[in-house]
């Protein structure tokens, strides 16, 4: 069973439930279904959020860019790391985006409702990152370059659109490439690309 697609599968079939209910149409409806908001994490203790919003999308290109990215990157990082790491560093480097996200909102005092899975797709870059360093820039299809131009770009999209959670994406990528430090072994067998 393919992690990655299986992952895909779940976000998509949230997304539509959540759609039809009309939850994605407004930011009421993103919290009551999970969405990280500062005042119901610091105040009532939902810590849950920090997982569930990793699940969630606000509208359908939010959600479509987020799976193209993941069907690129998760597959290779599923196969270097193999299911089980993958799946803990998919989920683990979604919650570290939340949190950094929450601790950015709790310090700067301006709040928002935060969710998608961005977090951990940038974890899965962190992670490529750091398996790109020890293959001395290339891996499978992957280049030093072209991860370079992968994470500029998205800082760049971060950056130049509004309502982007670049805190979120921040904290995914530093989780990612610090649990691909423990996870990853470079004997695994490698795919080469012809």
């Given at each position: 069973m393919n992690?990655?697609i299986s992952?895909?599968?779940?976000?998509?079939?949230?997304?539509f439930?959540?759609?039809?209910?009309?939850?994605?149409s407004?930011?009421?409806g993103?919290?009551?279904?999970?969405a990280?908001?500062p005042?119901l994490?610091?105040e009532g203790?939902e810590y849950w959020r920090?997982?569930?919003?990793?699940?969630?999308?606000f509208d359908?290109e939010h959600l479509l860019?987020?799976m193209?990215?993941l069907?690129?990157?998760g597959?290779i990082?599923?196969?270097?790391l193999?299911?089980?790491?993958?799946l803990?560093?998919?989920?683990v480097?979604g919650?570290?985006?939340?949190?950094?996200?929450?601790?950015e909102?709790?310090?700067s005092?301006?709040?928002a409702?935060?969710?998608?899975?961005?977090?951990s797709?940038?974890g899965i870059?962190g992670?490529l990152a750091?398996?790109?360093?020890?293959h001395?820039?290339?891996?499978?299809s992957?280049?030093?370059?072209g991860m370079?131009?992968?994470?500029?770009l998205?800082?760049?999209?971060?950056a130049?659109?509004?309502?982007?959670?670049?805190?979120?994406?921040i904290?995914?990528?530093?989780?990612?490439f610090?649990?691909?430090?423990f996870?990853?072994?470079?004997n695994?067998?490698?795919?080469k690309v012809?």
């Amino acid at each position: 069973m393919n992690i990655t697609i299986s992952l895909i599968i779940i976000n998509v079939i949230i997304f539509f439930i959540m759609s039809f209910t009309g939850a994605t149409s407004s930011a009421e409806g993103m919290i009551q279904y999970g969405a990280v908001y500062p005042v119901l994490i610091k105040e009532g203790g939902e810590y849950w959020r920090f997982f569930t919003a990793t699940l969630m999308h606000f509208d359908f290109e939010h959600l479509l860019n987020n799976m193209v990215m993941l069907g690129v990157s998760g597959n290779i990082l599923e196969r270097a790391l193999g299911k089980t790491k993958y799946l803990g560093l998919y989920f683990v480097s979604g919650i570290g985006g939340c949190l950094l996200s929450y601790l950015e909102m709790i310090h700067s005092g301006m709040y928002a409702v935060a969710a998608g899975a961005s977090g951990s797709i940038f974890g899965i870059i962190g992670a490529l990152a750091w398996i790109l360093v020890l293959h001395k820039g290339r891996y499978e299809s992957l280049t030093g370059r072209g991860m370079v131009m992968m994470i500029l770009l998205s800082l760049y999209y971060g950056a130049s659109t509004g309502d982007v959670d670049n805190w979120g994406h921040i904290g995914g990528f530093v989780m990612g490439f610090l649990l691909s430090i423990f996870f990853y072994r470079r004997n695994r067998i490698l795919q080469k690309v012809e």
